[in-house]
């Protein structure tokens, strides 16, 4: 059983430099994109967004690399770090690199997320979350970062983010376009 952890954790490792040579640049700036082909991940900038305990590196995205069906991060929580609850028009796979934490689901199914279901996540582990799915991913570890590989489809995404579990869907506040990487934008994209 140890071997099959540590190739899960192998095969992580080298899906995650493959992806990041198909969508590269030399220089350190994640806003630009010289053509080239391998990028080196930890020269790649990352930044909370304003979100204390998050490194997030957008390995492959719409704005700085022109993706249009895929994107690619990096996304790292301190311990005690989670995403808001949340659901958005994509789907989402996720590869825990490094670290243990909750994954709660909540349904889509009725007027409100609901109870949500708890899952463990740890190192080596995948999970992927449906679209509209509502959910929020937690560092509920006390000593270690949960590191994640996450990929969505579809970029940009509208986002749909809640107070609580039994806030309305109607009610969850919009986000749209989302683009971890919109300060690579050259202008504003108007919204409407």
């Known amino acids: 059983m140890r071997s099959i952890d540590i190739e899960s954790h192998q095969i992580a490792l080298l899906l ?53 069906e895929v994107e690619v991060w990096l996304q790292t929580f301190a311990p005690g770090t989670r995403t808001p609850i949340h659901r958005h028009s994509c789907e989402e796979v996720f590869v825990v690199l490094k670290g243990a934490g909750t994954l709660l689901l909540g349904s889509s199914s009725s007027k409100y997320p609901g109870q949500p279901q708890e899952f463990k996540i740890h190192a080596n582990s995948t999970f992927t979350v449906p679209i509209n799915d509502p959910h929020q991913v937690w560092n509920t570890g006390e000593h270690e970062d949960l590191q994640m590989l996450v990929i969505i489809s579809r970029p940009p995404v509208k986002i749909f983010i809640y107070e609580d579990w039994s806030m309305p869907h109607v009610a969850a506040k919009l986000k749209f376009p989302y683009y971890w990487d919109q300060d690579c934008l050259d202008s504003p994209k108007d919204e409407l």
């Open 16 to 68: 995650l430099f493959f992806v990041a040579s198909l969508f590269s640049t030399r220089a350190a700036s994640r806003c630009s994109n010289d053509g080239s082909v391998v990028r080196n991940i930890t020269e790649i900038p990352s930044s909370n967004y304003g979100r204390d305990g998050l490194s997030h590196i957008t390995i492959a995205g719409a704005v700085a690399h022109g993706m249009k």
